[in-house]
């Protein structure tokens, strides 16, 4: 009996590692569903160096953009061959004012990397404010679940890159959660503080009803 204790550690270990740990690489097979698990592995035979490769990190106009910002990702969607892996990227351009509004990440942790231009950036706990206006060759990381933005506060474009611990981190933006909905505003207002009125001209910019 005591010899199967270490042999069902060893199983429940095996179910915990992910396809990109047991095989050289799962490249996400897009036509199949995704899981919490993941996308499952591409037939070998059908994997291309392109699954590996995303050209799609250039230069976007922010400027006529709800917030004056842009994100364009290198998400597992846009990049197969980090299926399993626990990474991802991304390139932010930012309008001359423009904002990265408030939102979260629930499914990983986020690093800043500042390219181009000047941007105040941080993150909020329930009792904290961790803020820091960054130049080019700074660094700014988001803990996984925290809510954070970022401001253009120089003159000018401001350009980032970002990289996450997933390949799919997810993303929930307050202003859409509040405002995109079909949550009477009423509640919203009553919950927020904010006046009906306010509420209502908030969710007709983000598609809310009710």
Do not use: W
């Not at 910002?69 to 399993?84: C, K």
């Amino acid at each position: 009996m005591n010899k199967m204790v270490p042999i069902l550690f060893i199983f429940s270990l095996l179910l915990s590692i992910s396809h990109a740990s047991v095989n050289d690489f799962c490249v996400a097979d897009l036509k199949s569903p995704n899981s919490n698990s993941g996308y499952p592995c591409k037939s070998p035979k059908e994997v291309t160096v392109d699954d590996f490769v995303f050209s799609g990190l250039v230069a976007k106009d922010a400027t006529n953009t709800t917030f004056g910002s842009v994100l364009t990702t290198a998400f597992v969607n846009d990049l197969p061959g980090i299926n399993g892996l626990g990474i991802s990227g991304g390139r932010i351009d930012l309008a001359e004012g423009g904002s990265i509004p408030m939102h979260t990440h629930a499914g990983g942790s986020e690093l800043l990397i500042m390219v181009e231009g000047e941007i105040t950036a941080g993150f909020m706990t329930s009792n904290a404010l961790y803020s820091k206006t960054l130049k080019p060759g700074d660094v700014i990381v988001f803990p996984q679940g925290q809510m954070h933005f970022g401001v253009n506060s120089g003159k000018g474009k401001a350009i980032a890159f970002v990289a996450f611990s997933s390949e799919n981190p997810g993303a929930q933006l307050v202003d859409l959660v509040l405002f995109g909905n079909p949550l009477s505003s009423d509640i919203v207002a009553k919950t927020t503080l904010l006046d009906v009125a306010q509420v209502m001209k908030l969710k007709q910019r983000f598609g809310g009803r009710g």
